[in-house]
């Protein structure tokens, strides 16, 4: 089983449109979240991290978490064509001492509709 | 501050040949990751260092190795270089509580 496994694409939405973006993940264990933006031929940037159950919001970004069914979404509302981009999910894992990992998703290619 | 920056930002070799690509993260942060991005496999994880250990490794074989100085720089090389090693390679650092990457702009290596 993948360890971080996001929803096939490419997706595609009309320009205002909110676009759902899904991320599941097999480690119960895993502890914290992110959400990276990749524009083509750019490097990811991060735009979201959530730690807890629930929804965190930020601009026209939302982002959800259920630990209990190890699932992690992001919302966009109101998308614009500059939102076209691949978003991947990203998963921290912490185990014993310092040592961590982080594990990303393969990604999704949003495309907006103008 | 500065971001992280990558040196060089594009390469080309030949297979069998070594390459060695350089990271500074930015200012203060101790730990620097590196990743291989290719568009079959994704973004996958090579290797993880901290105070010039090597804290974590992915499943890369050994021709991947890398270091970290003493003021955070890392350099990561690959020996006898394989058509399937051409990728971006991006590095990231991450501040002194972790949890969040910030990349580098990236190398991307073309072997032939």
């Known amino acids: 089983q993948k360890e971080v496994e996001q929803n096939s694409g490419p997706l595609s939405v009309p320009e205002g449109a909110i676009a759902s973006l899904n991320c599941t993940y097999s480690?119960?264990?895993?502890?914290?979240f992110f959400w990276y933006r990749q524009y083509s031929g750019k490097s990811p940037e991060l735009i979201m991290s959530?730690?807890?159950?629930g929804d965190k919001e930020d601009g026209r970004f939302t982002a959800q978490l259920n630990k209990a069914s190890q699932y992690v979404s992001l919302l966009i509302r109101d998308s614009q064509p500059s939102d076209s981009a691949t978003y991947l999910c990203?998963?921290?894992?912490?185990?014993?001492?310092?040592?961590?990992?982080?594990?990303f998703g393969k990604g999704i290619t949003l495309s907006v509709r103008p | 501050k500065a971001g992280v920056t990558q040196t060089p930002r594009y390469l080309i070799k030949t297979r069998g040949q070594q390459v060695t690509l350089s990271c500074s993260p930015i200012?203060?942060?101790?730990?620097v990751s590196w990743y291989q991005q290719t568009p079959g496999q994704g973004l996958q994880f090579l290797f993880e260092?901290?105070?010039?250990?090597?804290?974590n490794k992915g499943n890369f074989p050994g021709r991947f190795s890398g270091r970290q100085f003493s003021n955070s720089r890392s350099e990561m090389n690959v020996s006898t270089l394989e058509l399937g090693d051409s990728a971006l390679y991006l590095c990231?650092?991450?501040?002194?509580?972790?949890?969040?990457?910030?990349f580098g702009p990236g190398t991307r290596l073309l072997v032939l």
């Open positions: 990231a650092s991450s501040p002194p509580d972790r949890g969040t990457q910030y």
């Open positions: 480690d119960r264990v895993s502890q914290s």
């Open positions: 959530i730690y807890s159950n």
């Open positions: 990203a998963v921290e894992t912490s185990y014993t001492g310092a040592n961590s990992k982080l594990t």
């Open positions: 200012s203060g942060h101790r730990s």
């Open positions: 260092y901290f105070s010039e250990t090597q804290r």
